[in-house]
Structure formats: C-alpha cells, structure tokens
C-alpha cells in the first residue's frame, strides 16, 4: 500500500470535510504503519522487526515516530536491546492483529481449506429440497469450516457470470460459453394425482384423462423449458389451471383436489410422505426424465475452495 504523503494527525482531530468520521480517520494512517506496527509488538524489538519486513532499522523506527505522532501514547520503551510494549500498544495490539486476520482471511491469498467463508447456491425450491442435504453432508464433511447459504435463481446467467452466485443447480440448460455445468443426475417423471381419484378406476387412456385439468411448477426468471414443450407436446390438450412456485402449495392442492401434476418422481417421493399422492402409470412419459445439473462460472475453477466444492457436490451424486 503506498503512503498517502499526509501529515500525521491525532485520532481525536476533527475535520471539516464532510465525510464519515471513518473515512477521515483511515486517510490519515498509512495502514503500512499498523504492519510495522504489529511485526514490531510480536518481535519484540526494531531490529527483528526490521529483519521479518525485508526493512531497515532507520525505516522501522521512523515508522515507529509516526504511530507516536498518530497515537496519544510512546506505544513502545526501550529496554535492553530490545522494546516493550506500553499498555496502550498492548490495547491496540489485540484490535490490530484481529483486523488483519480478518482481512487476510478474506482475501484468501492462499487458497487456504481452514478459513471460515460462505459459499452461495443458488437453486429453485423444487430442486433445492432435493439436493441441499446431501450437498450439506457431504461438504461439511471435507470442509467443516464452509458456511452453506442457499438463494433462489432469478436470472441464473447473470447471477453466475456476474459472481452474485458461487454455484446453480438447475434442471434448465444454459448457452454462455463462460458457464461450465455438470449433470448430477437424471430423475424420471410421474402423473401425479390424489389418492383414490376419479382416473384410478377408469381405463388410462388419453381420452380419459384429457378431462382433468393440470397443476404445474413455474420457476421465476428462467426462459423456455425444453422439457415442459416436450410434455406440452405429449398431452396436447392439457388445461393447465393452476401453477405455483411453490412445491408445498402445489402438493396441498393435487392432495385436495381432481388436478393432476407432472413432476419428477423424486419429488413426488418425498412429497408423498406428507400429502396423499400416487402416481397414474401412463406410457407417455416413460421415454422422459429431466436432468439435474450444477452450473458454475468457468472462472470460478481459479479458486480452489470453490473448486474442490464443485468436485464433492459431484461425488455426492
């Protein structure tokens, strides 16, 4: 960090700029100063200090003269052939040493496994219910330390390509040569209706069934769905009269109602320990399935936290 060529003020000066006190503060330090600062509080001496930073002793103490100049306080006292620290520097030592972790913990320059961070992913409910826990387990068993939050997707391209997302797992395709994907699995589809419906006890024909109006999923900020034209053309006369962002919402209504729902099979295993669903075998959709595939910026390989995340969540399925 270059000096700011400033004269040293004491941390109790006002200012008339108008800015945050902050800011008026943290101009007046070079934060070189608080470095020196540190490696001569550890060491224990101006010398070793000098030694550690690759500086002279003149440049150490200097610096030492411009904390002094900074701070109401000697800050360090000569003693043997060494220095010790003032109470006062012992005070500011214990703030010092967290900031500069901190900030060294946040930036990673090391690539280090151990530090605490966030990492973001981004998937729809639907999708998430069914991956979060075996993502959870699995990176918390070979990164302790990472913090998982998962986000909704609103616009999947931008959230990735702009880094407002770490990763997206999504059954959709995306087309920008900077995103890189990998499937993770591939789940076949179910005609899902209430227990005992009307359509249980007639013949399953197309006929038979194009009577009964359908519930569908719709995901927020995604474009065309593949998949759901593929089934647009496979039951041609659907009327589809209620859709949801909402699993559960979705779930509570095919349980209570004649509506039926085509969705992947997955899903209407876990939804059916809580509502009353079956599956209506019908030969339309055996030739179908989705797959579910985790999307990341190509550039997000650089980092290697976030890279061995990508390869446990692949192993995990």
Not at 164 to 170: E, M, P, R, S
Request: hydrophobic residues 40%; contains cysteine.
């Amino acid at each position: 960090m270059e000096p700011t060529n400033l004269p040293a003020k004491r941390l109790n000066e006002t200012s008339g700029e108008d800015k945050p006190q902050i800011f008026r503060t943290l101009r007046n330090i070079d934060l070189n100063l608080l470095t020196i600062f540190e490696a001569v509080y550890v060491h224990k001496g101006i010398v070793n200090a000098a030694k550690i930073l690759n500086l002279t002793p003149s440049a150490i103490s200097q610096s030492i003269q411009k904390l002094r100049a900074i701070f109401p306080d000697p800050l360090f006292i000569r003693k043997g052939q060494g220095v010790t620290p003032t109470a006062y520097a012992t005070h500011l030592h214990e703030y010092i040493s967290q900031g500069l972790e901190s900030i060294l913990g946040a930036l990673d320059l090391t690539g280090s496994y151990d530090k605490q961070r966030t990492i973001t992913i981004g998937t729809s409910p639907s999708v998430g219910v069914l991956v979060m826990p075996a993502i959870y387990q699995a990176v918390k068993q070979h990164a302790p330390q990472l913090l998982i939050r998962n986000v909704p997707i609103n616009d999947p391209e931008t959230q990735l390509a702009q880094f407002q997302t770490d990763l997206i797992i999504d059954s959709n395709s995306f087309t920008a040569r900077a995103l890189g994907h990998n499937v993770l699995y591939s789940d076949a589809l179910a005609l899902v209706c209430r227990h005992n419906h009307p359509a249980l006890g007639a013949p399953l024909t197309p006929e038979n069934l194009r009577q009964y109006e359908h519930a569908t999923f719709m995901s927020e900020g995604q474009g065309p769905d593949p998949l759901r034209q593929r089934i647009d053309e496979l039951f041609p006369d659907r009327l589809i009269s209620f859709s949801s962002y909402n699993m559960f919402t979705l779930a509570a209504l095919i349980g209570s109602s004649d509506l039926l729902c085509i969705m992947p099979v997955r899903l209407f295993t876990l939804l059916q320990k809580c509502w009353p669903l079956e599956s209506i075998p019908v030969s339309q959709l055996s030739t179908e399935s989705v797959e579910i595939s985790l999307h990341y910026n190509k550039l997000s390989l650089r980092d290697p936290v976030l890279e061995n995340v990508i390869n446990v969540i692949r192993q995990a399925f």
